[in-house]
Structure formats: C-alpha cells, structure tokens
C-alpha cells in the first residue's frame, strides 16, 4: 500500500517544544527586571520569526535570537553574565537526553517489519543526528533526512531522491503546516498525531478522513491499525 | 573512469576562510581593551574546539563562540553593545555575497558534460543551501549533500546511498583532513587543491602523485586535463 512510512521527529518520535517552552520561561525570568513583560512574547516572536531567514530552525539560531531579544527589550542594560545564562541554556537544550513519547518504539519495530521507514526533520544538522543516534531507534529507519524547511518542494526532491510515488508515500506528523499539507498538496499520505495531549483526538472513521484528505490519531500507537484498516478497506 | 565526481564547496568553489578571519580581525579589536591580546586567538581557538560537539561547523556556532569567548575573556565586563555588534557580524556573514574561485563555473560546466557531479559540504544546512542557490552553480550538480561533518563513515553513507564503488569516486577539494584522506583511506580518489596562494603547486607527474595516494592541483582549472590523463594512461 505504501512504499516508504516517513515520521517527523521533534514532538512526533520524541518530545521537543516543551524544552523550547521552558527556555522561554526562563529567558522571560532574565529579562524580566529590565522591561514590559507584557512585551517579551511579542518582542521574541517577531524576533525569531525574522531571524528564521538567516538562522533557519533550530537551537543555535533560537539561542541567537533570545540574546538579541535581551538585548533589544533591556535596551542594551542586560549583562554578560546573563548572556552567559543563555548561552549555558543553548547547551544544556542541545545536550539534553531525548525523551520519546509514550509508544514510538514498540509502534516503529512493528512497522518495520512490513514497511520501509523515514525520518523527515528539519533543524540544525548535528543536532538532529545526535538525538536520531541517542533515541535509540535509528535502527528502525532505513533513511533519515535533515533538512531546512519542510515546503511541497522538500517534500517533492526527497520523492524524487527515493524514486517513490507520492500515492504510495505516507507522512505522519504533528504539524499540519509542515508534516501534512504539504503532502497532501502533491497527491500524498499523512497521518497527523497532534502533540499536546488537549489536541488529541481518538481515531475517526476512515471515510470521514478521507473527506479532509489526512488522518488524525490520538497517539502513533492507533498508526498499526489504521495501516491495516485502510489495506482491508482497499481489498 | 568516475561515476561521481564530488566537490567541496567553501574554499574550494567560493572564498570562505578570509570571511571567518575577517571576522577574527573584528572580534580582537572589540575584546582588546578587556584582556591580554596576545591570548586571545588562544582563548577563542579552545572554546571553538571545545563547542565543536555542541554547535558543529558554521556561522551560528561560530557567532555563539565569539560571545562566549567575549564574556569569558572579559571576565563578564564586554558591553550588550558589543555583543550586538558580534550578532550583526554574523548574519552580514550569512547574508554575504557568495565569491567564486577563478576558473569555477567554467570548470564545472565542461565537466558536467562527462560526468556527474556531487557537492559534498559540513556547515549550517540552511546556509550553505542558500549558498549554492546563489551561488549560480547549482545547476552543474547532479546532487547535494550537507553533512555535520566529513569523516571515512561519512563518505562510507554516501557512497552506499548512490552505489558508488569506492574506486570509481573523485573528490576535490581544499582540506586534507575532510576532503582528501578519508575518501583515500576508503579506496576511492582525490585531488588536493590547497585554498591559499602560496601552497598551490603545479600539476606534478601522474606517477609520483599515485605514491601519494592524491593528486594536487594549483587550481580547479587544471582538474579537465589531469582527467583526460587518467584516461589515458589508463588505454
């Protein structure tokens, strides 16, 4: 039915948005004592956002932009030590021991049996690698690919590269922006897997999902069944 | 005689070093008045080194290494300002116009015609994408690569990945360490092409540069007829 299963790996494998979370708790913390609070999200977000050209996605680039953020919202009066403090913060986040989401092993070695698996990320190269390496479940893929944003044209070169037919291609996700519409746009598969729990659905009937063009699972552990749901709906 | 040819790319297609020591140049002058300058190409060459498993190659790691070494080697007194002007150092440096080296793209387009070509580069992904896009080479390369960095497992992927025989693989470019002897140590070729001026060389007798296990060239240009020499001392 599919020819390759890719997976998106930050909030999908493994969990990734509450560190970033956390970090901006605590950067809110630093440079609280030097401005508006009420202003800092607003501040960082445009920052980020224009910075996202040059830096792309990523740590390294988010670490930039939270110094540049300090700087500007203290209006210069941040100081080096607490610069120091986020800049120790980028490296603790890129060392930090990766914690996969409830079911992804069991779920992938069960896949793996029948299906050719990917990894789709996107984020900084060494980064990415590392936790691919220290997730343990680099042995269920047969190819993993880093790349720099994840638009129809990604999508389109990585088919290309494979040989594989977008019908016969399936992304599963947990962004709709990057994992899923843009699969569906060019004639693939996509299984969407929100990451907060509050946005997680259980599994609705195929023919619903259909109408919608993806599916939707609570959780990657209903992704075995669906597989085997959709192939018994084809025969 | 080849079924790939793969290139470096900074230093070897277009100038990057002289960006980085213009940069070097511009950090000393802003940490001199806070520290010893003879110690600081030390200092910064040790938390460069130091980061290199955090951060990998690039811009970004680099600028988060000036900061770094900055606040360190100021004991905590360099300015917010200061620092600011090391985070616009480093996006002019990813925004920077991209310089050929002479004899490029003339080069690559005669090769294209007998061979396909690769890229093979380390660095930040987004930036050295958004390199080779401006770069106006990219339509000279069957393929690209962006790896975290370049050692004998590296070369060993890629090889796999495009079912590449080691023996019938060429890599150029301007780094012993990464460019040249893993591809060696693997079976395949290479050509050393020495980035500064002053380590060029002129094209030496096929035989004395088999001893050595690689080939040096003064400048890509010479790369067609050392070729066609191959070819045929090969007959």
């Not at 970090?23 to 401005?35: G, H, K, L, M």
């Not at 994840?150 to 088919?159: A, D, P, V």
């Not at 519409?181 to 999902?209: M, N, Q, R």
């Amino acid at each position: 039915m599919f020819d390759l299963i890719a997976f998106d790996a930050d909030d999908t494998l493994w969990h990734s948005e509450n560190t970033f979370a956390e970090a901006q708790e605590n950067f809110r913390q630093i440079v609280a004592p030097y401005c508006d609070i009420n202003e800092i999200e607003d501040s960082l977000h445009r920052i980020m956002v224009g910075n996202l050209g040059h830096y792309g996605y990523g740590i390294k680039g988010f670490t930039l932009s939270l110094i540049e953020t300090a700087i500007t919202m203290s209006e210069g009066r941040i100081s080096a030590k607490e610069i120091q403090a986020l800049l120790d913060q980028g490296k603790a986040m890129l060392a930090a021991e990766v914690h996969l989401l409830d079911h992804v092993p069991e779920t992938l070695a069960k896949l793996a049996e029948n299906y050719r698996l990917m990894v789709i990320t996107k984020g900084d190269l060494i980064h990415q690698e590392s936790k691919i390496e220290r997730s343990g479940l680099r042995e269920y893929f047969d190819f993993v690919e880093i790349v720099s944003d994840k638009t129809h044209q990604t999508y389109t070169t990585l088919l290309n590269r494979y040989q594989i037919i977008p019908s016969r291609f399936l992304m599963v996700g947990n962004s709709l922006r990057s994992d899923i519409l843009p699969v569906i746009e060019l004639g693939g598969h996509a299984v969407y897997i929100p990451y907060h729990i509050t946005w997680a659905h259980e599994v609705v009937a195929i023919s619903d999902e259909a109408e919608k063009g993806y599916f939707e699972l609570a959780d990657i552990s209903l992704l075995p069944a669906l597989l085997e749901g959709l192939q018994e709906s084809r025969l």
